[in-house]
């Protein structure tokens, strides 16, 4: 595709239900990121994949989160037993180097957690 | 603590109306500064990343300028098109790609 895909564009669980959010990136892109946006604040970093290592993981906030990517192209993100607090904006991007110069986002999926 | 704080939060410009917005930043072995805006319901789009002080970079209306401890980013005769909220991002040596991100301005340009 012409840019980094992310699925379902919204989403709605009830509390306690576990949901994973998608993420195509562009063709070829080695670097893969998982941003957290809370309404009004900048991205927050969650994980970094370099195909399909994860290098870093260091941002996602509870053992409830978990993320692959295990072909180096598209990803995951699941989070077990959602909570309210877990409402945001989860943006993926993607870059063609390692380390990301530049980075390349998706749309976002917007989780409401009731 | 390492910071990323953007001012203002808010800017409302007329047309044609030149201003700039700030970022300055605290963080220890700097990898790289960037730009970027973010349209509602969009994904923030890459506009910049510079690497050192005195360093500056151009793109249309816009101009990104980088000292030791703040980055600027100039807006020239903006255009309603403008309207949208600008992110700056740091990247540390010691972290692998990840960008710490200010809380953004959101600028409204009216005719």
């Known amino acids: 595709g012409a840019g980094v895909s992310q699925s379902p564009r919204y989403k709605v669980a009830k509390r306690g239900q576990d949901v994973a959010l998608r993420c195509d990136p562009i063709?070829?892109?080695?670097?893969l990121f998982w941003y957290q946006q809370a309404l009004g604040q900048g991205p927050e970093f969650l994980t970094y994949?370099?195909?399909?290592?994860?290098?870093?993981k260091s941002g996602l906030p509870s053992d409830r989160f978990f993320a692959e990517r295990p072909e180096g192209s598209v990803s995951t993100l699941k989070i077990q037993r959602t909570q309210q607090e877990d409402s945001a904006v989860y943006l993926c991007?993607?870059?063609?180097?390692?380390?990301?110069?530049?980075?390349?986002f998706g749309s976002g999926t917007q989780l409401s957690v009731l | 603590e390492d910071q990323v704080t953007q001012s203002p939060e808010a800017l409302r410009l007329q047309e044609g109306e030149s201003s700039s917005l700030n970022c300055s930043y605290t963080?220890?072995?700097?990898?790289?500064l960037f730009w970027y805006r973010q349209d509602p319901g969009k994904g923030p789009e890459f506009l910049f990343t510079?690497?050192?002080a005195g360093e500056e970079k151009e793109k249309e209306r816009l101009k990104a300028t980088l000292t030791k401890k703040e980055s600027f980013l100039h807006i020239t005769a903006p255009k309603p098109e403008d309207s949208a909220t600008y992110l700056c991002a740091v990247r540390k040596g010691s972290t692998l790609g990840r960008l710490y991100f200010g809380r953004g301005t959101q600028l409204t340009v009216w005719p």
């Open positions: 991007a993607s870059s063609l180097a390692e380390g990301g110069e530049k980075l390349f």
């Open positions: 994949f370099q195909n399909e290592a994860q290098l870093d």
């Open positions: 510079l690497y050192s």
């Open positions: 063709s070829g892109h080695v670097s």
């Open positions: 963080v220890s072995g700097l990898r790289g």
